[in-house]
T-cell receptor, first 112, second 115 residues
Framework: KQEVTQIPAALSVPEGENLVLNCSFT??????LQWFRQDPGKGLTSLLLIQSSQREQTSGRLNASLDKSSGRSTLYIAASQPGDSATYLCAVRQHQGGKLIFGQGTELSVKP | ETGVTQTPRHLVMGMTNKKSLKCEQHLGHNAMYWYKQSAKKPLELMFV???????ENNSVPSRFSPECPNSSHLFLHLHTLQPEDSALYLC??????????????FGQGTRLTVV
C-alpha cells in the first residue's frame, strides 16, 4: 500500500531564506508526482507536476526534484516571501488504478 | 482560478437534513473526483467518475451519494450525516482516470459543518 510522508510537518523561516520541503513515498511504481499549495480553508493549487521519467521541474522560484528509485521528492523554494505561507502537499499518482495519494502536508510560515 | 468551481463554499446542516454539493469543470476533462479533507489528515479519495461512470468508491458510507450527469458536472448528495462528517470536501478533475501522466486540478472546496 502506497504511503506518502512529508517532513517537516511545520516550518517557520524568516523572509528571504531558501528552503527545502521533503516528500517520500514507499512504492516507486508511480506515473507522476504533483506538488500543491493550499491556503487555509481553500482548495489546492497545482504548483509543479513531475512525470516519472523526469528528474526535476522548475517554475519561477520553485524547483521540484524526483528520485523515483529512492522514493523521494523535494520542493525547493528560493528567496522565500510572506506570501509563500501556506500548506504544501505532495501527491503521487499510482500505476495501479491511477489514484492520487497525498501526504499530510508541510505547513510553511514565512515571517517578514 | 483552476477551472473547477464548487458550490456552496460553506454549508451548515443538521443531521436530519438533505443537501447537495455541486462541482463544475470547464477544462474539457473526462474524470472527476470527490475528496474529503479532515483536520490533520491526508486527503482521502471518496469517489471517481470517468466518462460519467463511477470507477472508484473508496468504501464511503451510503449517506454520501454521488451523481455525475455529464463529464462537466459532479454532485455529492448528503443525507443523515454525522458530526464527524464535518470536513472540507474537494472536487477535482483530470483529463482521464487511469491515464497515468495526467494532472489533477482542484476546486476551492466546500466547508461542511454538521450540527
Amino acid at each position: 500500500k502506497q504511503e506518502v510522508t512529508q517532513i517537516p510537518a511545520a516550518l517557520s523561516v524568516p523572509e528571504g531564506e531558501n528552503l527545502v520541503l521533503n516528500c517520500s513515498f514507499t512504492d516507486s511504481a508511480i506515473y507522476n508526482l504533483q506538488w500543491f499549495r493550499q491556503d487555509p480553508g481553500k482548495g489546492l493549487t497545482s504548483l509543479l507536476l513531475i512525470q516519472s521519467s523526469q528528474r526535476e521541474q522548475t517554475s519561477g522560484r520553485l524547483n521540484a526534484s524526483l528520485d523515483k528509485s529512492s522514493g523521494r521528492s523535494t520542493l525547493y523554494i528560493a528567496a522565500s516571501q510572506p506570501g509563500d505561507s501556506a500548506t504544501y502537499l505532495c501527491a503521487v499518482r499510482q500505476h495501479q488504478g491511477g489514484k492520487l495519494i497525498f501526504g499530510q502536508g508541510t505547513e510553511l510560515s514565512v515571517k517578514p | 482560478e483552476t477551472g473547477v468551481t464548487q458550490t456552496p463554499r460553506h454549508l451548515v446542516m443538521g443531521m436530519t437534513n438533505k443537501k447537495s454539493l455541486k462541482c463544475e469543470q470547464h477544462l474539457g476533462h473526462n474524470a472527476m473526483y470527490w475528496y474529503k479533507q479532515s483536520a490533520k489528515k491526508p486527503l482521502e479519495l471518496m469517489f471517481v467518475y470517468n466518462f460519467k461512470e463511477q470507477t472508484e468508491n473508496n468504501s464511503v458510507p451510503s449517506r454520501f451519494s454521488p451523481e455525475c450527469p455529464n463529464s462537466s458536472h459532479l454532485f455529492l448528495h448528503l443525507h443523515t450525516l454525522q458530526p464527524e462528517d464535518s470536513a472540507l470536501y474537494l472536487c477535482a478533475s483530470s483529463r482521464q482516470y487511469g491515464q497515468g501522466h495526467t494532472e489533477a486540478f482542484f476546486g476551492q472546496g466546500t466547508r461542511l459543518t454538521v450540527v
